[in-house]
């Protein structure tokens, strides 16, 4: 199971740190990704964090302002966001990876995903 929390609303600019906790599979093996969700747009990959948390992809979109990192003694990803944008809003999900090992382009597509968390929102205004 995957519980994110830390969502809300945010001046464009500005800061927001969003987490999942996991449990009931084995955390520190898995590569976690987020994955967002705008109102009437499909869901799109923001970036995946491999299990060792020193490999990162992130998507062009959020390249620069957002961080991914993970503290595997307590289950946690975060999500950090700087520089958010009114194209940032959206409700945002984190899930497992299917295949730890993949590639970038592996980790792009939420059907390599098994584990989804149930989405925290994030507006950004303007």
């Known amino acids: 199971q995957l519980q994110a929390s830390g969502g809300g609303l945010v001046q464009a600019g500005g800061s927001l740190r969003v987490s999942c906790a996991a449990s009931?599979?084995?955390?520190?093996?898995?590569?976690m990704g987020w994955f967002r969700q705008a109102p009437g747009k499909e869901r799109e990959f923001v970036g995946v964090?491999?299990?060792?948390?020193?490999?990162?992809y992130y998507s062009d979109s959020v390249k620069g302002r957002f961080g991914i990192s993970r503290d595997n003694a307590k289950n946690t990803v975060y999500l950090q966001m700087d520089s958010l944008k009114p194209e940032d809003t959206a409700v945002y999900y984190c899930?497992?990876?299917?295949?730890?090992?993949?590639?970038?382009?592996?980790?792009?597509?939420?059907?390599?995903?098994?584990?989804w968390g149930q989405g925290t929102q994030v507006t950004v205004s303007s």
């Open positions: 899930a497992r990876a299917r295949f730890a090992g993949g590639s970038r382009l592996y980790f792009h597509s939420e059907g390599n995903y098994d584990y």
């Open positions: 009931g599979f084995t955390f520190s093996s898995s590569a």
């Open positions: 964090i491999k299990s060792g948390g020193s490999v990162r």
